[in-house]
């Protein structure tokens, strides 16, 4: 599927046979294209979105990572070139399937933890 903007600049996405997005490719500046691609575990829930950086390769930007019951417990954000999260979010629930509490680090440290009731 391709849409044009007022710029006439085309970004093209493709999807899954769930109708989810696999690949999105948005003009950057002349003959420069941003390809994303996004990529789906065996239940069709987000678990990696990798950006093709031109003359490098594909870079990891984000991961989702998930327990038993579909809930999000990590979530990694990746800055450029490296293979470490620089950002991540970190879940927990009570039995109930209710948020327990959720925790944002930057590397090892912690930026913000809150606990809920």
Do not use: C, W
């Not at 046979?17 to 996004?38: D, F, S």
């Amino acid at each position: 599927m391709s849409a044009t903007d007022f710029n006439g600049n085309t970004v093209t996405t493709a999807y899954n046979k769930l109708n989810k997005e696999t690949e999105v490719v948005t003009p950057m500046e002349e003959n420069v294209t941003a390809k994303v691609n996004y990529f789906y575990d065996n239940l069709g829930r987000e678990h990696a979105i990798y950006m093709e950086e031109p003359g490098s390769g594909y870079q990891k930007m984000k991961q989702t990572d998930y327990d038993l019951f579909s809930r999000p417990i990590k979530i990694s954000l990746f800055a450029e070139s490296e293979t470490t999260p620089s950002g991540v979010m970190e879940y927990t629930y009570y039995a109930d399937s209710s948020p327990k509490s959720e925790t944002a680090k930057e590397g090892s440290k912690v930026l913000s933890k809150k606990d809920y009731a």
